[in-house]
């Protein structure tokens, strides 16, 4: 359906600017005057918004972390509508006019028109996935077929907050050390290639001998100066060629396995992919997708390649006819406690209320351990930070103190 860019004037003769769906430009003239709006221009939009559309159907534009929040700030939005008992399809309308910009505007905009020729909603994001991913669209369809999409749609925007916040834990706990870090390199760098020279140059003409640490400075601060851009290339290769390892299949292993093996930073990472995994499942199991499907889905979402693999394995062991605490034992990936949880929780029938157990108590963890690891960064860094400058001073000095003496 076209999309039109209108100029109107109400009936306070206040100016007002908008988009709007129509057939045609008179019917988009009859839906402004019934919202009792005199348009002043009127103009197609269609064409830019094809664009957007396919770019957003063939995926160019990777899913980020803003596009993740307008996703469960817009389903929170849809779920509350749907509950209160409005149609899917005016739903979608009003979500439109609040759309927090235009790119997710248009995405919506297809979606109705897809929706409204007779296309199911979960078909219908899932060609946009630069903002809906596969688990989304697996929840919104087996919430379509249960006849519960309110529900779901809430669970889903609980679900996508909650992973926003544990990502957010992390991140925030990561800000102070890294700008730590930055500042203190811009420091040492001014340091090296600009105070240093200069001192350096006094030392240089009383001709006398160096001690062996302002001699390391001097050479440190020449080379520096005079191969900075090699330097910088050699960085920006050595990126280069890490993230050429780290998207390959067997580098992506090596490093996910080095991660998980690191001391307190890998127990975080088991403890926050664990946590995902948890609600991940939990989620799409009281939505009423199965449990084979929902391993399918988690096993993509848990952001390690060591635990998606072990969930391959609980997949195909589970297909066999074998219960999910068992291979999961056997994986030695999960914690013991968790394999105890799960397997209680098939027992009793209630696996997803043990799932959802299990993700509140790994995310108190991370929590924890978010805590342990920043209050251990932090002093590490500025004693790092702080040997390297007081080095760079006691080399400077030493030589000054010299001079002293001989005068």
């Not at 499907?293 to 066999?320: C, F, M, P, W, Y």
Request: net charge positive.
């Amino acid at each position: 359906m076209p999309i039109f860019e209108y100029k109107a004037v109400d009936g306070e003769n206040k100016s007002k600017r908008g988009i709007i769906d129509a057939d045609s430009a008179r019917e988009a003239r009859i839906k402004l005057r019934q919202e009792r709006l005199f348009v002043t221009d009127l103009k197609e939009r269609q064409r830019r918004q094809r664009r957007l559309q396919v770019k957003g159907i063939t995926g160019v534009e990777a899913p980020n972390k803003l596009r993740s929040e307008q996703v469960a700030a817009v389903t929170r939005q849809m779920a509350s509508l749907l509950r209160s008992g409005i149609p899917l399809a005016e739903a979608l309308r009003m979500v439109i006019e609040q759309s927090p910009d235009r790119k997710i505007e248009a995405a919506f905009r297809d979606i109705r028109e897809r929706v409204t020729q007779g296309m199911p909603l979960a078909d219908a994001v899932m060609l946009h996935p630069a903002y809906f991913t596969e688990l989304y669209a697996n929840m919104i369809r087996a919430g379509e077929s249960a006849g519960a999409l309110d529900q779901v749609m809430m669970r889903l925007s609980e679900f996508l907050q909650s992973q926003a916040r544990l990502r957010n834990k992390v991140g925030a706990a990561m800000v102070y050390p890294t700008v730590m870090i930055i500042v203190g390199v811009l420091v040492v760098g001014v340091l090296m290639t600009v105070v240093v020279p200069e001192i350096t140059k006094l030392i240089e003409k009383k001709n006398q001998e160096l001690p062996l640490p302002t001699q390391v400075l001097i050479a440190v601060s020449h080379f520096l100066q005079t191969n900075w851009i090699w330097c910088l290339v050699a960085a920006l290769g050595v990126v280069v060629c890490f993230q050429l390892f780290v998207n390959s299949e067997r580098g992506r292993w090596i490093f996910d396995t080095f991660k998980l093996r690191m001391p307190i930073f890998g127990d975080l990472q088991r403890k926050q992919s664990v946590a995902r995994f948890s609600t991940t499942l939990a989620t799409l199991l009281r939505s009423g997708v199965p449990a084979l499907q929902g391993l399918e889905i988690t096993k993509r979402v848990v952001g390690n390649v060591v635990l998606s693999k072990a969930l391959t394995t609980v997949h195909d062991n589970v297909l066999e006819g074998t219960d999910l605490a068992t291979p999961m034992k056997m994986s030695g990936v999960f914690p013991p406690m968790v394999c105890y949880m799960v397997g209680v929780g098939e027992q009793a029938g209630n696996l997803e209320e043990m799932l959802e157990r299990v993700a509140e108590t790994y995310d108190e963890e991370v929590d924890v351990a978010t805590q342990k690891l920043t209050s251990l960064i932090e002093p590490l860094v500025i004693v790092f930070l702080a040997a390297i400058v007081a080095g760079i001073v006691v080399a400077i000095v030493m030589p000054l103190m010299q001079l002293q003496k001989i005068k």
